[in-house]
T-cell receptor
Framework: GAVVSQHPSWVICKSGTSVKIECRSL??????MFWYRQFPKQSLMLMAT?????????EQGVEKDKFLINHASLTLSTLTVTSAHPEDSSFYIC???????????FGQGTRLTVV | GNSVTQMEGPVTLSEEAFLTINCTYT??????LFWYVQYPGEGLQLLLK?????DKGSNKGFEATYRKETTSFHLEKGSVQVSDSAVYFC????????????FGKGTLLTVNP
């Protein structure tokens, strides 16, 4: 199958610290990865699209200096929430696809709570 | 811009009841349409999809037909099971080289025995 794994599943951090979330494609090479944010009872909002080896493309309104995305290999992308604040608390979900126009497979999500 | 509007939940049904979850969309061009399902504690899984008008996507007893004239993609199942309890998301991809999805808010379905 096409398995995408996110780690950690949940994390609690103190305000002002940084948190890194990993997204791995376990059995395929992911040319493109997507990061979403989901607020309670809201839809998934696309934050950014990353292609392996190049800079991520951020959606309008997403602070690229706050949400750092790295896609250094074909099986791993990371999202780092820098200087986290309580308003960054949310559910973050990644997805990965083999290439342009192909199906994207989703990770199980990471629940971030900033206290 | 693109948007997806789906039926507000939660939806609670008894086992073997008929299910409909409404979904309408706004998009430029000719989008592909999807239904994703998220079981408790798991990531989203593609349930079914349709890539052009009048296509019917089907999987696990669920069906949805791409209706361009009403810009709709309603999800249906004739007889739900307890194991169908999950959150269902309608989504569209307006094309282009990236698989960039626009999601609805999700509908929580609970099926009671």
């Amino acid at each position: 199958g096409a398995v995408v794994s996110q780690h950690p599943s949940w994390v609690i951090c103190k305000s002002g610290t940084s948190v890194k979330i990993e997204c791995r494609s376990l059995d395929f090479q992911a040319t493109t990865m997507f990061w979403y944010r989901q607020f309670p009872k809201q839809s998934l909002m696309l934050m950014a699209t990353s292609n392996e080896g190049s800079k991520a493309t951020y959606e309008q309104g997403v602070e690229k200096d706050k949400f750092l995305i790295n896609h250094a290999s074909l099986t791993l992308s990371t999202l780092t929430v820098t200087s986290a604040h309580p308003e960054d608390s949310s559910f973050y979900i990644c997805s990965a696809s083999r290439g342009p126009g192909t199906e994207a497979f989703f990770g199980q999500g990471t629940r971030l709570t900033v206290v | 811009g693109n948007s997806v509007t789906q039926m507000e939940g939660p939806v609670t049904l008894s086992e073997e009841a008929f299910l409909t979850i409404n979904c309408t969309y706004t998009a430029t061009g000719y989008p592909s349409l999807f239904w994703y399902v998220q079981y408790p504690g798991e990531g989203l899984q593609l349930l079914l999809k349709a890539t052009k008008a009048d296509d019917k996507g089907s999987n696990k007893g669920f069906e949805a037909t791409y209706r361009k004239e009403t810009t709709s993609f309603h999800l249906e199942k004739g007889s739900v099971q307890v194991s169908d309890s999950a959150v269902y998301f309608c989504a569209l991809n307006s094309g282009g080289s990236n698989y960039k999805l626009t999601f609805g808010k999700g509908t929580l379905l609970t099926v009671n025995p």
